[in-house]
C-alpha cells in the first residue's frame, strides 16, 4: 500500500540472493514464485514453502512487502498444491497472492489473503477493473494501454470510489522496465505449440527470441526483412518518462526480472528507486536520466523502448540475439572466510585473474550483490598488485561474505562504448 505522494516500487525474486539485493536498493516490495506454478518455473531457482518463513522475516525486518505469484493457468490436479501454497502463505504472513486464475482467487479469499489481479487478466477498462475490484486490492493493467488510458482509468477509479475488498480505493499496477514478449499481456500459445511446453504454465522455451525465415506460402517468396528477430521486442524501460508514469496515478511499478540475475536487479531497483525518489523531490530531469539509463544498460537488456505507454505502434524490436549489456561478468571463485573483527574477506581464485583498479561482484544469498571497485588485496598474505588462478586473497570489506558467496570480475562488452 502507498502513500499519497509517491508510488511502490516491486521487484522481482528468483533466488533469496536476488532478494537481497532488492531489499538493499529500495524496493518497496517483491514478488516470488514457490515451485512449479508461477509464471517463471522454468526461469529462475524459486523459493519451498519451507523458504516461506523466510522471506517473510527478511522482508518484514525492512518494512517490504511480499507477494505470492500463483498467476499461472491452473488444472484440477493443481488445486491441492495451491490450496497448500496459500495456507502455507498466510501462516508465514505474505502479504498477498498475485493470481489470474478465479479458482486462486477464491482459494486466497476463503483464506483472508489479500489478491492482486495478475496482468494476465488483461484488464483494459473500468467496468472489468470494477468486477475484479470485488476480489482484488491491486489491479495489474494489460500492459497494451498507452498512459493516457491508464490516467483515465485512475481517475475512475477515484471519481467512482471504487474500492477493494480492504475498503480502500483499488491500487492500479503497471509493468515499468524488463522484458517484453509478442504476447498480449503475458498470454503465449506459440511455446506449446512448437514445443509442447506451455508458457502459461511457466514453462515458455522463449521460441520467439530466435531467427525466422519468413515465406509466402502461395508464391514461395521469402520476404526481405530488415529486422531479424521479428517476433522478440526490446526491453521495456519507463525511466525517461517515469514523470509521467507517476502523473497517471499508478501506485506500483513492477519490475520484471525473476529469471534474472542478482547484479540485474540490484541496479535496475537502484536506479528506479532514484528515479522515484527525485520525482517526490522535485528533482527529476534530464541530466540524471542519461546517467539511470546508461546505469540500466550495463545489465542484461535486448535494448530499451517505451512500450505502447506514449501510443507508438510496434515495432521497436531486438536486432541481435541476446543480450545488449555494455558488462559482463566472469566468474573468479568462491568465498572461504570473513574475519569480523577486521572486516576482511577471503576468496579463492578458481579462475582468471584480477588487479588492482578491477570492479568485482560478490554475490550470495544472504549478500544480495555488492560491486566494488579493488583499491587493495594480500594474494597469499602478501600484498599484491595482481592474482591468478589458484591464489587466496583476502579484501577488505564492509560487509559479511558466506562461503556459499560467488565472486566476479565486471568486465566490458562489445556494446560498451570506447
Not at 517490504?64 to 488444472?75: K, M, P, Q, S
Amino acid at each position: 500500500m502507498t502513500t499519497k505522494n509517491t508510488i511502490e516500487l516491486m521487484a522481482p525474486a528468483g533466488s533469496f540472493d536476488s532478494m537481497q539485493a532488492a531489499l538493499d536498493n529500495g524496493a518497496d516490495s517483491i514478488y516470488f514464485g514457490v515451485e512449479q506454478l508461477n509464471m517463471r518455473a522454468r526461469a529462475s531457482i524459486n523459493f519451498t514453502l519451507d523458504d516461506l518463513p523466510e522471506v517473510a522475516k527478511r522482508c518484514s525486518e525492512k518494512g517490504v512487502r511480499t507477494y505470492l505469484t500463483l498467476n499461472t493457468i491452473i488444472y484440477d490436479h493443481d488445486l491441492s498444491i495451491v490450496k497448500t501454497l496459500i495456507k502455507e502463505a498466510k501462516k508465514a504472513n505474505i502479504s498477498a497472492v498475485i493470481a489470474m486464475d478465479q479458482a486462486v482467487i477464491q482459494v486466497a479469499r476463503e483464506a483472508g489473503m489479500e489478491v492482486h489481479i495478475s496482468t494476465q487478466i488483461n484488464i483494459t477498462n473500468v467496468e472489468t477493473l470494477k468486477f475484479y475490484a470485488m476480489f482484488a486490492d491491486t489491479v495489474v493493467l494489460s500492459r497494451e494501454l498507452s498512459l493516457r488510458q491508464v490516467k483515465h482509468i485512475t481517475e475512475q477509479v477515484a471519481k467512482q470510489n471504487i474500492k477493494g475488498p480492504s475498503g480502500r480505493l483499488v491500487e492500479i499496477e503497471i509493468f515499468g522496465h524488463g522484458a517484453l514478449c509478442m504476447a498480449v499481456s503475458g498470454k503465449c500459445y506459440m511455446s506449446l505449440h512448437s514445443h509442447n511446453s506451455s508458457a502459461n504454465r511457466g514453462a515458455c522455451k522463449q521460441n520467439c527470441r530466435k531467427k525466422y525465415t519468413v515465406i509466402d506460402q502461395e508464391t514461395g517468396f521469402e520476404m526481405e526483412l530488415d529486422n531479424e528477430y521479428i517476433m522478440s521486442p526490446k526491453d521495456l524501460c519507463t525511466i525517461d518518462i517515469l514523470d509521467q508514469v507517476v502523473d497517471a496515478g499508478i501506485k506500483v511499478l513492477k519490475i520484471e526480472g525473476r529469471g534474472r540475475a542478482p547484479e540485474y536487479v540490484a541496479r535496475v531497483v537502484k536506479s528506479y528507486r532514484e528515479a522515484i525518489d527525485n520525482i517526490a523531490a522535485g528533482t527529476f530531469n534530464k541530466e540524471k536520466v542519461i546517467g539511470w539509463m546508461q546505469e540500466l544498460g550495463k545489465v542484461y537488456n535486448r535494448g530499451f523502448w517505451n512500450g505502447y505507454y506514449l501510443g507508438q505502434k510496434l515495432g521497436e524490436w531486438s536486432n541481435e540475439s541476446g543480450s545488449h549489456a555494455t558488462q559482463k561478468k566472469v566468474f573468479l571463485g568462491k568465498g572461504v572466510h570473513y574475519f569480523p573483527k577486521a572486516k576482511i574477506g577471503e576468496f579463492r581464485i578458481d579462475a582468471y585473474d584480477i588487479k588492482i583498479g578491477d570492479t568485482l561482484l560478490i554475490t550470495g544469498p544472504t549478500t544480495g550483490a555488492k560491486e566494488f571497485e579493488l583499491k587493495d588485496m594480500l594474494v597469499n598474505d602478501e600484498k599484491k598488485e595482481q592474482a591468478v588462478k589458484g591464489d587466496n586473497v583476502t579484501i577488505k570489506l564492509d560487509f559479511r561474505i558466506r562461503e556459499s558467496d560467488k565472486l566476479y570480475k565486471i568486465v566490458k562488452t562489445e556494446f560498451a562504448e570506447n
